[in-house]
């Protein structure tokens, strides 16, 4: 008999001679109501004491079996008709809120007769709240539907018989198995094209933001995969009947059982945060579950990075048997009908039907090195499509070996440094060896940011996924199509002598994350030790240590300094040093920025990149004693802009009388034609005490944003108006700069793109809409109501930060830096700018970051006599204002502030 249609023991928590007493006496639908409920509580406070999930989803079940059963015979049913439990249920397994999945079997096409029992026993179901799944087949109906999809097929595999006659599912599973329908081969196919689909749809990563315990790659339904296939070709009713043997060894089994139940853990808790069947591990549930399982927030890392860290390694590991487990199925199913083709490679390895694998399985105990050389050897040929089965199993085995000695053995730290020269996928390779354990043997530093997340949306990979990525983007540099998105970041890559040094920098950029401290400088010690050991000179040890220890510095620099003025690009060439280290950084930044959230590269953040690099080489070529004058460089800016006007017809004396009060730096940050164009726009407005608004894309090369430029007379109010407008229209400002002249009339310009991240001025009628929105806020009567109705996002409010407020005097310039750190949201950047007007500052520019849930904002302040701030006092008082208004205007949004409380440490 198959053990699947065997009842479930009586679990103990369930008097149920009680319960049949209760039915004698009381109404029926509160009886079983008032036992499931108690069921419920028992199990859950069970679960909360501390009791395996493993033990619960089968004691779920075995309840649930018992309260069927007695609703079953509630009805009158003959012989030819029975209830069976399907899928995850049929398995003996339910969550708190998993369905119920049901089969009613009958024997024969005609269910009329039944079908009034039918109807009341599946009504009484619902009104005692059952969460089912049911369906209603004749034994040739299941053969039909089992034929026609594999699903249904797959569920009936894993029935059992709950109440009534249990020849019917005896027979079922005849008539279903693989020697009627669905033979294993074909099932295996079938079930392996559901896994790629399904994981397709996942990103094909174990390293989702929010992953879905049960569906993503690693999850629940790849160990059931391998369930099924293996059950199916080995005519076995569970794993546990195929540990210890060829095809599942008793480590493996034991792996796969513990990953299960902590899967199951996860879920079963996930199941009563939610109160449903939810399988998705949202931001919000991560951070309960891993208060609910005991993790502790320290200096290094919160809590619920640590319990994603060992979520992402868990289904880290069941990738990697499931990897194995179903190669090694393919290989057994088509064994008896492919010829093998062997091609030797060396004396240790050879192809086999395009897949390498050691000669004999000896190989790795009597030449350890073989554990790094055949990850070369993938990579240096790439007719090879992957490993065999049992070659993985062997480096399983035998990776213990990788200790001390191996590390230090000459040939092992050839072979590591020969794989970074290879041709091939590297990338590829380096994940293999993640998967296999190898990679974090090698680097014992590496396998500490296995699976290490960040809690925010900037990062959405772990840091070794992104490390990975980071890696493949340089080495994608010499695509051309990659040279048509990076032309000059291709260029200066293609003209490196040495590209593994900026591979080995990218290995090592993040690998003290996790650690406390600053990770570059952390990092750069590990590089340091790294390249002593595999035989770098000086020289090139070097410039790996100072590109790990930089690597934040030009992303910083581009985006956070105002890189018109030539003292800043004098700063960062000093910094940078030389041309080779200036195209070193370039090429690792971009390829870090497009490895940490690609979603959050643009056009404009290019133009940024390649505005530093070319401004940089220009220094450098200069020489760093022979900086720009600024003196020269307004006097230029200025005399090429009257040149211009006057092509116009505009005088010198029209011009001057526009900016003669304005500050000097309007001729430092903008270029002549710019400047051009705003005077031509004021000189012939209609009415210059109006607003001025011009609207116009730019760039450096491309247009890749949109630059609106408006002038005001006698306004107050503008930056925070023109901010929340430009809110309410979904753009989003990336850069601002403001001149104020001593006449109350401003020059302000903005840098901006849409919601998706483009620029939109050639858009006419978009282009006409923003202009008149931002005419009438500027010209309404109640400036001081600036409001921005648009709803924050949900994972916006569950990865809130604290807000943090900083002013650094030791900026060299004639304006003071404040920077702000808190969450992004709808109407920030105006609320920001009338806490700053309230404070009656003036607003030289501001720098706009959005790092996926929180903003870093940079403003350039003067005082009301445009003098940098002094005061201190009052800089802390600004501070303070700026933390209590925008985290109390935080908490009020939706489920917030616990979120708020937790992260406040990080800053």
Not at 104 to 111: A, C, G, Q
Not at 313 to 332: F, G, K, P, S
Not at 401 to 430: A, E, H, S, Y
Request: with cysteine; net charge negative.
């Amino acid at each position: 008999m198959n053990p699947a249609s065997i009842a479930l023991p009586i679990p103990l928590f369930f008097d149920e001679k009680r319960f049949l007493a209760s039915l004698d006496k009381g109404d029926a639908q509160t009886v079983f109501k008032d036992a499931i409920r108690a069921a419920d509580t028992f199990l859950n406070n069970q679960f909360e004491q501390g009791e395996d999930a493993e033990t619960l989803v089968h004691e779920r079940a075995a309840f649930i079996d018992r309260i069927l059963l007695h609703a079953w015979q509630r009805f009158s049913w003959d012989k030819n008709i029975s209830l069976l439990a399907v899928g995850g249920y049929g398995r003996g397994e339910l969550h708190p809120h998993s369905d119920i999945d049901l089969l009613i079997l009958s024997k024969h096409k005609n269910h009329n007769p039944y079908k009034t029992n039918i109807e009341g026993f599946l009504t009484f179901l619902w009104d005692i709240q059952l969460n089912i799944g049911h369906s209603v087949r004749s034994l040739s109906h299941c053969v039909e539907e089992a034929k026609a999809d594999i699903t249904v097929a797959t569920n009936i595999m894993e029935s059992r018989t709950l109440a009534g006659n249990g020849e019917l599912q005896q027979k079922m599973e005849e008539l279903t198995g693989p020697a009627k329908i669905w033979p294993a081969e074909q099932f295996f196919r079938a079930k392996y094209d559901e896994q790629n689909e399904r994981h397709d749809k996942h990103g094909n990563t174990e390293y989702n933001l929010e992953p879905n315990i049960k569906e993503a790659p690693g999850g629940l339904r790849d160990i059931q995969t391998i369930s099924w296939v293996a059950k199916r070709h080995f005519h076995k009713h569970s794993l546990a009947e195929l540990a210890n043997t060829h095809f599942l060894a008793g480590e493996e089994y034991e792996l796969l059982r513990k990953g299960q139940a902590f899967l199951w853990r996860v879920r079963y808790g996930l199941h009563l945060i939610a109160g449903r069947p939810e399988e998705r591990l949202l931001f919000d549930s991560q951070r309960k579950l891993a208060q609910m399982f005991g993790y502790k927030d320290t200096r290094e890392r919160l809590a619920v990075e640590q319990f994603m860290q060992r979520y992402y390694r868990v289904v880290l590991a069941m990738r990697e048997q499931n990897d194995m487990l179903l190669h090694y199925m393919d290989e057994v199913i088509n064994k008896s009908r492919t010829k093998n083709t062997i091609r030797p490679i060396n004396s240790y390895f050879q192809v086999r039907d395009h897949y390498i694998e050691v000669i004999d399985d000896t190989v790795f105990a009597r030449y350890p090195s073989a554990l790094l050389e055949i990850f070369v050897l993938l990579g240096e040929d790439s007719s090879i499509q992957g490993v065999r089965s049992t070659t993985i199993r062997q480096i399983r085995q035998y990776r213990h070996q990788i200790d001390d000695n191996f590390r230090n053995d000459p040939v092992n730290r050839q072979l590591f440094m020969r794989l970074f020269r290879c041709k091939g996928n590297l990338t590829t390779q380096l994940q293999r060896m993640i998967r296999y354990g190898i990679l974090g043997k090698y680097l014992p530093e590496f396998d500490r940011i296995i699976g290490l997340m960040q809690h925010d949306l900037f990062h959405i990979y772990p840091v070794d996924a992104h490390t990975i990525q980071l890696i493949r983007n340089i080495r994608r540099l010499g695509n051309a199509k990659e040279e048509e998105k990076f032309p000059v970041a291709s260029h200066v890559l293609k003209n490196l002598p040495k590209p593994e040094l900026l591979l080995i920098a990218g290995l090592y950029h993040d690998i003290a994350k996790g650690r406390g401290g600053d990770h570059s400088k952390l990092g750069a010690v590990d590089a340091a030790d790294f390249t002593r050991r595999h035989g770098f000179s000086e020289q090139e040890s070097q410039l790996i240590c100072w590109l790990v220890e930089s690597h934040l510095l030009m992303s910083s620099v581009s985006q956070r300094e105002d890189i018109s003025d030539p003292d800043v690009i004098h700063k960062f060439a000093l910094l940078v040093g030389d041309q080779m280290h200036l195209d070193h950084l370039f090429t690792l930044t971009i390829a870090d920025i497009n490895a940490t959230n690609p979603t959050l590269w643009n056009n404009w953040k290019g133009s940024l990149m390649r505005q530093l690099y070319f401004q940089t080489r220009e220094a450098l070529k200069r020489g760093l004693e022979s900086p720009v004058s600024k003196k020269k460089w307004i006097d230029n800016t200025r005399n090429e802009t009257l040149a211009l006007l006057e092509k116009e017809g505009i005088s010198q004396q029209q011009s001057t009388a526009l900016w003669t009060d304005m500050d000097s730096e309007l001729f430092l940050r903008e270029s002549a034609s710019v400047i051009a164009r705003g005077v031509k726009a004021v000189l012939s407005a209609d009415d210059p005490s109006l607003p001025v608004i011009l609207i116009e894309d730019a760039g450096m090369e491309d247009d890749c944003v949109t630059r609106i430029f408006i002038h005001t007379k006698n306004m107050t109010n503008v930056f925070p108006i023109i901010a929340a407008t430009l809110d309410t229209l979904r753009l989003n400002i990336h850069d601002a700069r403001l001149y104020t002249g001593n006449k109350n009339h401003t020059y302000d310009i903005f840098y901006v793109l849409d919601d998706q991240g483009q620029p939109f001025a050639t858009h006419s009628k978009k282009a006409r809409k923003v202009a008149r929105k931002l005419s009438k806020a500027l010209q309404a009567d109640n400036k001081d109501d600036i409001e921005v109705n648009r709803r924050t996002p949900r994972q916006l409010k569950q990865l809130t930060i604290g807000t943090s407020a900083h002013f650094d005097h030791s900026h060299d310039c004639r304006a003071t830096y404040l920077e702000v750190i808190t969450p992004d949201r709808p109407g920030l950047l105006a609320e920001l700018g009338q806490i700053i007007m309230r404070f009656k500052l003036n607003l030289h520019s501001a720098k706009i970051a959005t790092l996926g849930e929180r903003v870093e904002d940079v403003f350039y302040l003067t005082d009301a006599q445009n003098q940098p701030l002094t005061d201190l006092d009052l800089c802390q008082q600004i501070e303070q204002t700026i933390c209590r208004e925008l985290d109390t205007r935080n908490l009020e949004d939706e489920d917030a502030g616990n979120t708020v409380e937790l992260l406040q440490t990080r800053h």
